[in-house]
Protein backbone atom coordinates (compact mmCIF):
# COMPACT_ATOMS: atom_id res chain seq x y z
CA UNK A 1 0.00 0.00 0.00
CA UNK A 2 1.37 3.40 -0.95
CA UNK A 3 2.54 5.95 1.69
CA UNK A 4 3.04 9.44 2.08
CA UNK A 5 4.70 12.09 3.72
CA UNK A 6 4.95 15.67 3.86
CA UNK A 7 7.41 18.18 4.48
CA UNK A 8 8.72 21.21 4.38
CA UNK A 9 8.43 24.62 6.32
CA UNK A 10 5.92 25.13 8.79
CA UNK A 11 6.25 29.45 8.60
CA UNK A 12 6.23 31.16 5.47
CA UNK A 13 6.30 34.76 5.40
CA UNK A 14 4.11 36.95 2.91
CA UNK A 15 5.15 37.05 -0.53
CA UNK A 16 7.19 34.56 -0.08
CA UNK A 17 7.11 31.03 -2.35
CA UNK A 18 5.59 27.94 -0.09
CA UNK A 19 7.52 24.53 -0.95
CA UNK A 20 6.54 21.18 0.25
CA UNK A 21 7.88 17.86 -0.38
CA UNK A 22 5.87 14.28 -0.60
CA UNK A 23 7.91 11.75 -0.06
CA UNK A 24 5.97 8.34 -1.49
CA UNK A 25 6.84 4.61 -0.44
CA UNK A 26 5.18 1.60 -1.34
CA UNK A 27 4.99 1.86 -4.72
CA UNK A 28 6.98 4.18 -7.42
CA UNK A 29 5.33 7.69 -8.95
CA UNK A 30 6.20 6.26 -12.23
CA UNK A 31 4.01 3.19 -12.17
CA UNK A 32 2.35 2.62 -15.29
CA UNK A 33 0.74 -0.61 -13.93
CA UNK A 34 -2.61 0.76 -11.66
CA UNK A 35 -0.79 4.42 -12.00
CA UNK A 36 -1.65 6.94 -9.58
CA UNK A 37 -2.87 10.36 -9.91
CA UNK A 38 0.00 12.48 -7.41
CA UNK A 39 -1.88 14.92 -5.54
CA UNK A 40 -1.88 18.16 -3.03
CA UNK A 41 -5.08 19.08 -0.79
CA UNK A 42 -5.20 21.59 1.72
CA UNK A 43 -7.25 22.56 4.21
CA UNK A 44 -7.67 26.61 5.68
CA UNK A 45 -8.69 26.52 9.10
CA UNK A 46 -12.48 26.64 10.19
CA UNK A 47 -13.09 25.28 5.81
CA UNK A 48 -13.56 22.60 3.97
CA UNK A 49 -10.59 20.20 1.63
CA UNK A 50 -9.51 22.36 -1.64
CA UNK A 51 -8.05 19.88 -4.36
CA UNK A 52 -4.97 22.14 -6.16
CA UNK A 53 -3.25 20.43 -8.51
CA UNK A 54 -2.09 16.62 -9.63
CA UNK A 55 0.96 15.25 -11.08
CA UNK A 56 0.00 11.86 -13.06
CA UNK A 57 2.40 9.02 -12.98
CA UNK A 58 3.55 10.12 -16.51
CA UNK A 59 4.39 13.65 -15.64
CA UNK A 60 1.32 15.34 -16.76
CA UNK A 61 -0.27 18.84 -14.23
CA UNK A 62 -3.15 19.74 -13.57
CA UNK A 63 -4.10 22.52 -11.51
CA UNK A 64 -7.24 24.27 -9.84
CA UNK A 65 -7.89 26.84 -11.75
CA UNK A 66 -8.52 29.08 -8.70
CA UNK A 67 -4.41 28.38 -8.43
CA UNK A 68 -3.34 27.87 -11.48
CA UNK A 69 -1.17 31.46 -11.69
CA UNK A 70 0.66 30.55 -8.67
CA UNK A 71 1.08 27.10 -8.23
CA UNK A 72 4.00 24.16 -9.53
CA UNK A 73 3.85 20.85 -9.11
CA UNK A 74 7.11 19.07 -10.14
CA UNK A 75 8.32 15.02 -9.49
CA UNK A 76 11.92 14.04 -8.36
CA UNK A 77 11.45 10.15 -10.20
CA UNK A 78 14.89 9.64 -8.82
CA UNK A 79 13.73 10.41 -5.16
CA UNK A 80 9.94 9.14 -5.50
CA UNK A 81 9.02 12.53 -4.31
CA UNK A 82 6.80 15.68 -5.77
CA UNK A 83 7.20 18.72 -4.92
CA UNK A 84 4.57 21.74 -3.94
CA UNK A 85 5.34 25.27 -5.41
CA UNK A 86 2.96 28.16 -4.17
CA UNK A 87 4.16 31.71 -5.18
CA UNK A 88 3.28 34.98 -3.73
CA UNK A 89 2.07 33.84 -0.82
CA UNK A 90 -0.50 35.50 1.48
CA UNK A 91 -2.27 34.36 5.07
CA UNK A 92 -5.42 33.32 3.14
CA UNK A 93 -3.15 30.25 1.51
CA UNK A 94 -2.50 29.02 6.05
CA UNK A 95 -4.01 26.04 6.03
CA UNK A 96 -2.83 22.29 6.48
CA UNK A 97 -1.39 20.88 3.49
CA UNK A 98 -1.57 17.23 2.45
CA UNK A 99 -0.35 15.06 -0.03
CA UNK A 100 -2.51 12.32 -1.50
CA UNK A 101 -2.89 9.66 -4.16
CA UNK A 102 -5.45 8.18 -6.07
CA UNK A 103 -6.00 5.74 -8.93
CA UNK A 104 -7.71 8.17 -11.07
CA UNK A 105 -7.99 11.87 -12.05
CA UNK A 106 -9.86 13.65 -9.65
CA UNK A 107 -10.68 17.39 -8.37
CA UNK A 108 -12.93 15.78 -5.66
CA UNK A 109 -10.67 16.06 -2.46
CA UNK A 110 -12.95 13.50 -0.16
CA UNK A 111 -11.86 10.98 -2.96
CA UNK A 112 -8.34 10.35 -2.35
CA UNK A 113 -8.14 7.13 -0.37
CA UNK A 114 -4.14 7.77 0.02
CA UNK A 115 -3.60 10.74 2.04
CA UNK A 116 -0.36 11.86 4.16
CA UNK A 117 -1.09 13.12 7.90
CA UNK A 118 -0.39 16.79 6.39
CA UNK A 119 1.45 19.57 7.88
CA UNK A 120 0.85 22.71 8.92
CA UNK A 121 1.67 25.76 6.79
CA UNK A 122 1.41 29.28 8.41
CA UNK A 123 1.95 32.78 6.16
CA UNK A 124 2.83 35.42 8.76
CA UNK A 125 5.24 38.03 8.94
Keep these: ?5 ESGPGLV ?3 QTLSLTCTVSGDSITVTTNPYHWAWIRQPP ?3 L ?3 G ?3 STGRQYYSPSLESRISIFRDTSKNQ ?3 YLESVTPEDTAVYY ?3 L ?3 STSPNEYHFRGRGTQVTVSS
Excluded at 1 to 5: D, G, W
Design 82 to 84: FTL
Design 54 to 56: TIS
Design 1 to 5: QVQLQ
Design 99 to 101: CAA
Design 50 to 52: EWM
Design 13 to 15: KPS
Design 46 to 48: GKG
Design 103 to 105: WFY
